[in-house]
Each structure stands twice: as C-alpha cells, then as structure tokens.
C-alpha cells in the first residue's frame, strides 16, 4: 500500500511538471513560419516610426550585397534602406540561409563600427546597439538610434 500511494504521489508530480512546463511555452519567431508580407510590414512599421533620427532612402539590392559583402547567391535582398551620409542608420530585409546571413551581417557591423570609430564616433554606439532578428528564413537589421520602440515593433 505504502508503494502504491508513493508512485501515485510521483504520477501527479511528474503530472504537474509536465503541466507547468507546458503552459510556459512561448512563441519563438526565429521558428515561427512567417510570410514575406508578414516580415514586409515590421520593415515599413519601422520605417515610418520614430526610430530613426535621418529620413531612410530605398538603396539597390547590388549595393547591399556588396557592402554586406554577401557571397551566397541563395541569399536576397527583399528591401534596404540606408539614411543619408552622415548617418550610420539603415534597415535590411535579408532572405535565406539564417546561419549564413548571422555571420555575414556579424562582420559588416563589425567592419561598420571599426569605419565609423574614427570619422563618426557618435555613431559607434547605434552600431554596437544593432538589432539583428531571424524569423525563419528572414533575417532584419535595424541600425537607429531608439532601439526601444525598434525592439517593440520587431518583438509584436
């Protein structure tokens, strides 16, 4: 009797766990699948808000490609905007392989922040504070200077 009573006690514990565990389950959008048009609308949500301190300008898809110096012909440019010269804002649309991409955009900042460093130095800091989030296959690069509202749309 004692030993039933003890595995019956471990069954609702064990019951209880999984219960808990499952009701802490969070969407992750970096597995979510997500549209194009989905991922489209955070681009023009951030665009249009107050993130930015320079007005963006749309920038060819080749252009982005050689800057980020992107060698992989599987990845795309969906949309890019850069703000004026004495800006280091822009905002980025990639698609396709997220690992690939992560490296990629990893070095650009890099190299960014080591340009910027000794001609712009005010602007290290928005670099060092990029937003950079995968959702699948796509992956955003926001550089502006207020990260907060950036991080709400990007986290809706």
């Known amino acids: ?74 990845t795309s440019v969906i949309k890019a905007y850069v703000g004026d010269g004495a800006s280091s804002e822009e905002l980025v649309l990639l698609k396709g392989d997220s690992t690939g991409i992560k490296e990629v955009v990893k070095a650009y900042l890099q190299d960014k922040e080591d340009n910027y460093s000794s001609y712009m130095p005010e602007e290290v800091l928005k670099i060092k504070n990029a937003i950079f989030k995968q959702y699948g296959e796509y992956s955003i690069i926001c550089i502006c200077k207020d990260n907060k509202t950036a991080k709400g749309i990007l986290d809706k």
């Open 1 to 74: 009797m004692k030993r039933l009573n003890k595995i019956l006690g471990i069954a609702i514990l064990v019951t209880i766990a999984l219960s808990l565990m499952a009701c802490g389950k969070t969407t992750d959008k970096k597995n979510k699948n997500i549209t194009e048009d989905e991922v489209i609308k955070y681009i023009n949500e951030l665009k249009e808000s107050s993130s930015f301190e320079t007005e963006l300008s749309e920038v060819d898809e080749n252009v982005i490609i050689n800057t980020y110096k992107i060698t992989d012909t599987d």
